[in-house]
């Protein structure tokens, strides 16, 4: 079995469970103030999915290093086709909230089992590779996600984007159950017995988690507020569209060029230079006064997301193969589970006590902590 013949399931897989995310994204807020509820009730709906996932994400991961990815990957994608049925019968913010935090169970056995399997086959010294091109299949979910949910909710109405998201979890399901072969995981040391404690005692994971928790809990709050700034630069809704889905696809784009050049160079710092170019455009995105200067310093941004993801991800699974791949990859996605929940929350305090360019000088000021956490954790493997 070679990574090349399962990259395309793979890829499917990952692609379908983020571009469910992305179809929910545009249309919940509005399906949820249609009901009546409040902007209490809809902030717990959007923290439902990443409060559960983050919960079981690690424990999923373990269990697939000892059971198999396939059963939980097919599994994961069953569930979450036909928990999104919910999405149409549900009747209050309770009935949402629960199918939100089922769907998040599911997510668990999804894309990080997704991305486990392919750090499994991946060969040594290309592992940036396979995690540019499993970054672009992530991210595009994103990308088009809210394209599709909104062209289809504007057309057909919010049912059929529904049964869109529930058709693609299908197909992928179908796919994974028959041309997807059970991952031989390359097993050392005591055949993956250590604790999540041992693991957490190696300096890179704990460098890789302190880095994605910052930077997760900076750009949570960022995605949630970076709207309502170009609004106020007098920007219309369309145009906004356009800025988030070129930043988006700015990085699917580019992850696997990116994921080369996390092979050819030296991980640690390309994961340091990128952030300190992503903090730098933060403080920089208050002062942009038109459409054009907000979209360069997106593009940007997306570039520098785009060998910054690859080269976490390849590092990620370089430990994996002493600690667990599942296991090691699922805190990876724990960290940034939390920071996506906490993230506007916190950033939603300081805009409502300072304003809005707060928000963004508080997500740089992550940035600095996260690269500042990660230099100190993983300050041997510089030398």
């Not at 990259?7 to 949820?32: E, H, K, N, Q």
């Not at 009935?95 to 089992?113: D, E, K, Y």
């Not at 805190?331 to 300072?354: H, N, T, W, Y």
Request: proline share 3%.
């Amino acid at each position: 079995m070679t990574i090349q013949k399962v990259f395309p399931v793979l890829a499917l897989c990952i692609f379908s469970a983020t571009l469910g995310i992305g179809i929910i994204s545009p249309l919940l807020p509005l399906y949820v103030r249609d009901m009546g509820a409040t902007g209490v009730g809809l902030g717990v709906i959007m923290a439902c999915y990443a409060i559960s996932n983050s919960v079981v994400v690690p424990f999923i991961g373990r269990l697939s290093d000892r059971k198999g990815r396939k059963v939980f990957l097919t599994i994961g994608l069953l569930a979450y086709a036909l928990i999104s049925v919910g999405y149409i019968y549900a009747g209050n913010v309770i009935h949402l909230s629960v199918v939100r935090l089922c769907q998040g169970i599911a997510g668990a056995m999804t894309t990080p089992v997704a991305i486990a399997y392919l750090g499994d086959l991946s060969p040594e010294g290309e592992e940036g590779k396979w995690m540019g091109y499993a970054n672009a299949a992530f991210f595009s979910g994103f990308g088009f996600g809210p394209l599709i949910g909104g062209m289809v909710t504007e057309h057909l109405g919010q049912t059929a984007a529904f049964l869109i998201l529930i058709g693609l979890n299908l197909l992928a399901f179908l796919i994974a159950l028959i041309f997807l072969p059970e991952a031989r995981q390359r097993k050392t040391g005591e055949e993956f017995n250590l604790s999540f404690r041992e693991m957490a005692r190696s300096d890179m994971v704990k460098g890789l988690f302190s880095f994605r928790l910052a930077q997760a809990i900076g750009r949570g709050g960022i995605s949630a507020f970076l709207p309502i700034f170009a609004s106020l630069m007098g920007l219309s809704i369309s145009v906004i569209g356009i800025l988030l889905t070129v930043n988006v696809l700015a990085v699917t784009l580019l992850a696997p060029l990116g994921g080369r050049v996390a092979d050819k160079f030296n991980r640690r710092n390309l994961i340091i230079l990128t952030n300190i170019i992503f903090t730098a455009i933060l403080v920089t995105i208050p002062l942009a006064d038109s459409f054009w200067t907000l979209l360069g310093l997106l593009l940007i941004q997306g570039l520098s997301a785009s060998i910054a993801m690859p080269s976490a991800t390849a590092l990620v699974v370089e430990e994996g193969r002493k600690y667990g791949m599942g296991s090691t990859m699922s805190m990876f996605f724990l960290a940034m589970g939390v920071g996506v929940a906490i993230g506007p929350i916190i950033s939603g305090v300081i805009r409502d006590s300072l304003d809005i360019s707060a928000v963004f000088y508080f997500g740089a000021f992550m940035g600095i902590v996260g690269t500042g956490l990660f230099i100190w954790f993983t300050r041997r493997y510089g030398k």
